[in-house]
């Protein structure tokens, strides 16, 4: 089997330590790794394959021999590096949302819309965190009878707001449970013992980019612009692991079993749906799983085509890493590790 040189940037962040994770526990055919970060990681390592490997600072010629470059230090970084990357040969998997809608980059969740992947040209979109654990509940409903419309609520873990704001859930826990009262002007946001229905800047619209980026990715992932979306997006005290109700009006009525039935053959999702008996995805019992989970499948009482769901995934995994490896590896399944001669990002 052929080995590829693999980078990844942001190597000492939340998602990165977590793509070279995922790399080895997935047996990636890595022939040598390249951990890159910014200089202020300069001197640290990452452990992968019983080797402590030193992270290299990111240059514009840190992409020399590199085959894949899972990129996830930001946005900027991704603007200004990701180019460089490409030009260097490497096709890039970019886990940050500047790509995401440029009308030539695919964003690509593989069970869902792989098929995408062909018309790669250098750079692959992972989807947000919130988009992607959605998607793949949404897909075996949008195949088997269409999608109308979606409202969605989200629950989303302070982990996807970065490592920061994860040691400021925990002190700030620590604070209130030791009797420290709060000051008001907590910078980040408040978020031991509340909820902050903010997630990501406000825009004129009143949504936040975050509700925006679930709508309009949504879309982008089926193909499907006509497809209704609407969004809340909230930051809830949790570590790991996003949840989300989100109500599914179909084209057509379909029965809660017809439901259960096509989640459960669904790759990648799990149906995890007996209430009587208190069985629910809920974040804790899905941290650290690679699968989708579902449950609370009912039936909505205020529509015939409605569905509502609850889904529940490592936001780390599924979310970012996992996915972001996954759509490497198939592009080394469908021969598509390589740069075509024309790119728009050469």
């Not at 062909?118 to 979109?125: D, E, F, L, N, S």
Request: with cysteine.
């Amino acid at each position: 089997m052929s080995k590829y040189v693999v980078a990844v940037v942001g190597a000492t962040g939340l998602v990165g330590k977590e793509m070279i994770d995922t790399l080895e526990k997935r047996q990636f055919p890595v022939s040598r790794l390249i951990p890159l970060a910014s200089e202020r990681s300069s001197g640290s390592t990452v452990f992968f394959q019983g080797q402590h490997l030193p992270v290299s600072v990111l240059t514009p010629s840190s992409f020399e021999g590199v085959d894949i470059a899972l990129f996830s230090a930001g946005g900027d970084i991704s603007k200004e590096y990701a180019p460089f990357a490409v030009s260097s040969g490497a096709v890039v998997v970019d886990n940050t949302s500047h790509f995401r809608m440029h009308p030539q980059v695919p964003l690509v969740v593989p069970e869902v819309n792989g098929e995408a992947l062909t018309q790669h040209q250098g750079i692959i979109a992972n989807p947000n965190c919130s988009t992607a654990q959605m998607v793949m509940a949404l897909k075996p409903l949008y195949d088997a009878v269409g999608i109308q419309r979606l409202v969605i609520s989200t629950y989303q873990s302070v982990s996807g707001a970065g490592k920061d704001c994860l040691e400021a859930l925990e002190s700030q826990t620590r604070a209130a449970l030791s009797g420290v009262p709060h000051t008001g002007e907590e910078k980040p946001f408040l978020f031991a013992f509340n909820v902050v229905p903010q997630i990501d800047v406000f825009l004129d619209n009143g949504y936040t980019k975050e509700e925006m980026k679930l709508i309009q990715e949504t879309q982008k992932i089926f193909n499907d612009p006509s497809l209704q979306v609407t969004a809340t997006a909230v930051r809830v005290p949790v570590f790991v692991s996003h949840s989300e109700s989100v109500n599914v009006q179909l084209k057509s009525a379909v029965s809660v079993e017809r439901v259960r039935s096509l989640l459960s053959q669904m790759p990648g999702v799990q149906v995890l749906d007996d209430p009587k008996h208190q069985r629910y995805p809920m974040p804790r019992l899905i941290q650290s799983q690679d699968d989708v989970f579902v449950g609370r499948i009912r039936q909505d009482l205020s529509h015939p085509h409605g569905i509502e769901l609850w889904i529940v995934a490592d936001n780390l995994r599924k979310g970012a890493a996992l996915n972001a490896v996954q759509i490497a590896e198939s592009l080394i399944s469908m021969s598509l590790v390589s740069v075509p001669q024309v790119s728009v990002f050469s």
